[in-house]
């Protein structure tokens, strides 16, 4: 789980609800200790993701894996404006999740 990811979506205002806030840091802790905040970020996305079109049902913790990929994602781009390079970030983002589901 990365640490720095967790602090630093913890510094996030307004505060995710606590329903999302856990459902992102489950993401996270699927993930390994990455010190790149982008490629954490939008790697959990993306995971959410697969997992939200894994199963479409329409459930609960579906629409919530989909919420947790759409916020986490959505903190991946924004921390990918704090980088030197911000396109080559965002391209890494991109690529993640035009790879979800191939």
Known sequence: MSRRALEWLASRTPAAPDALRRAMERQLGRGGEEADLVAVLGGSGCRALERAVAHPARERD???????????????????????????????????????GR
């Not at 894996?65 to 980088?83: F, K």
């Open 62 to 100: 579906t629409a919530l894996a989909l919420l947790a990929a759409d916020a986490l994602l959505t903190y991946a781009c924004e921390a990918a404006a704090d980088v030197e390079n911000v396109a080559a970030a965002l391209e890494h983002v991109l690529n993640g999740v035009s790879d979800v």
